[in-house]
């Protein structure tokens, strides 16, 4: 069945550091692929997407590409701030039948000043 | 403002009670989704529903039901909830294929 990966956490960084947080999928087709963050105490929220191969969705500095061949939509931020401390979701949404979307675990990000 | 409303935010029961956790879009998505969120296991699907009167099981529905009777609402609904039912709850609607979902505040049930 559907299944994704992520990135065990919690993740500790510094103020401008470099954040990866890897995602790789199994799915049947070809499913659109969706990043979620929550913020303490909030729902989740639409970070950013992709919905074909190669395709590189970003959004408040973090971005991630559709790679089909690797069946991987790794997130990443050049430089994260204080205010990224949060919990990250990679959530593909299936192609088939009931198109729902299923979640990772979630990572847990911190940012320290 | 577009919204996925859910009421009430925080909720202490004993087990047996019947409980009801309401939710409400007004975006006109036809597709909407209730998921529980536990420490170390993510969101977890409980039911969805792909239309009006249209529902079916998630990964993880036993012990709950639901129903759609208008497009707006999706009320979950624990006939007699347990303790291992305690859980963060969140409601979720959207247009269908390759749209964003988007979420409600959450529900934090705790049944004692």
């Known amino acids: 069945g559907d299944s994704v990966t992520q990135m065990e956490g919690p993740v500790t960084l510094s103020e401008e550091a470099f954040l990866t947080i890897n995602c790789t999928y199994t799915a049947t087709g070809y499913p659109s692929l969706f990043w979620y963050v929550q913020y303490p105490g909030e729902g989740l929220q639409l970070l950013l997407k992709?919905?074909?191969?190669?395709d590189k969705g970003s959004n408040k500095g973090f971005e991630a590409t559709y790679r089909k061949e690797t069946t991987s939509f790794h997130l990443e931020k050049g430089s994260v701030q204080v205010s990224d401390s949060a919990v990250y979701f990679c959530?593909?949404?299936?192609?088939?039948?009931?198109?729902?979307?299923?979640f990772g675990t979630g990572t847990r990000l911190t940012v320290i000043p | 403002e577009a919204q996925v409303t859910q009421n009430p935010r925080y909720l202490i029961t004993v087990t047996g009670k019947k409980l009801t956790v309401t939710c409400s879009q007004n975006m006109n998505h036809e597709y909407m989704s209730w998921y529980r969120q536990d420490p170390g296991l993510g969101l977890r699907q409980i039911y969805y529903s792909m239309n009006v009167e249209v529902t079916d099981k998630g990964d993880v529905p036993e012990g709950y039901k639901v129903s759609r009777k208008e497009k707006r609402n999706f009320p979950l609904i624990l006939e007699s909830p347990s303790p291992n039912q305690t859980s963060l709850y969140f409601c979720a609607s959207s247009f269908g294929r390759n749209t964003e979902a988007f979420f409600g505040q959450g529900t934090r049930l705790t049944v004692v």
């Open positions: 992709a919905t074909k191969a190669d």
């Open positions: 959530a593909p949404r299936d192609q088939t039948g009931a198109n729902n979307l299923f």
